[in-house]
């Protein structure tokens, strides 16, 4: 068990739709990083916050967005959702504000099915 | 253009054998280089990682990986494999000052009895 934890664990929904992924990260790190991961794409950084702003934007659709609360629990939004956002999508956290040096926990992450 | 290789999508070893998941990576600059394992429905967690210094750098669960700069590679070893340590196994390659990490595609492990 890393710390990190991610609701829900799965999530059914229909093209079109709108849903949001909410991630707790361990208790002290101020880092939490999202991650999607298909069979097409891999496994693909997607944003970080630290301590409540954005700090690193990777492969992040504009249909997607993400924030960081003041209790330093993250949400990552998906709107207008495709068939292909069907994935599973991780969080990580860390204690410092990122790079290599600054160990990422993840957690089980959340897998949603678009259909 | 920054990337991971792994060049074997599934490897099968017996229990007891000896592994060895091949990473190969292009970075532009000093890369930062991980091994991480994901067992089924879970999360990834870190086996190990590089930074500088000895290139021979041991981890958890008694994986290795060596560093071979003149190869562009990052391999991870296990002397003896057990049942348990059958999962996916994914390379990643970072930088110091950078918060993303590229992911190799991921090989898959199977373990025999």
């Known amino acids: 068990d890393s710390g990190v934890t991610q609701t829900p664990k799965h999530l059914i929904t229909a093209t079109g739709q709108r849903v949001t992924l909410r991630c707790s990260p361990r208790s002290g790190d101020l880092s939490v990083y999202w991650y999607q991961q298909s069979l097409d794409q891999g496994l693909q950084f997607l944003i970080q916050?630290?301590?409540?702003?954005?700090?690193a934007k990777g492969n992040i659709l504009e249909r997607f967005s993400a924030q960081q609360f003041p209790d330093l629990h993250s949400e990552l939004n998906l709107s207008s959702l495709e068939l292909g956002d069907s994935a599973l999508y991780f969080c990580a956290s860390s204690v410092g504000s990122g790079g290599a040096q600054d160990t990422q926990y993840f957690g089980p992450g959340t897998r949603l099915t678009v259909l | 253009a920054q990337s991971v290789t792994q060049p074997d999508i599934h490897i099968t070893v017996s229990e007891g054998a000896s592994l060895e998941l091949r990473c190969n990576y292009s970075y532009g600059a000093t890369p930062y280089l991980f091994w991480y394992v994901q067992s089924p429905g879970q999360g990834l967690q870190l086996l190990l990682k590089?930074?500088?210094?000895?290139?021979l750098v041991q981890g958890i669960k008694g994986f290795e990986a060596e560093f071979k700069r003149s190869q562009s590679s990052f391999n991870l070893r296990k002397p003896s494999v057990h049942w348990s340590d059958a999962a996916e196994y994914f390379c990643?390659?970072?930088?110091?000052?950078?918060?993303?990490?590229?992911f190799g595609s991921g090989t898959k492990l199977n373990v025999k009895p």
């Open positions: 590089y930074f500088s210094g000895d290139t």
């Open positions: 990643a390659v970072g930088g110091p000052n950078f918060n993303k990490f590229y």
């Open positions: 916050y630290y301590n409540g702003e954005e700090r």
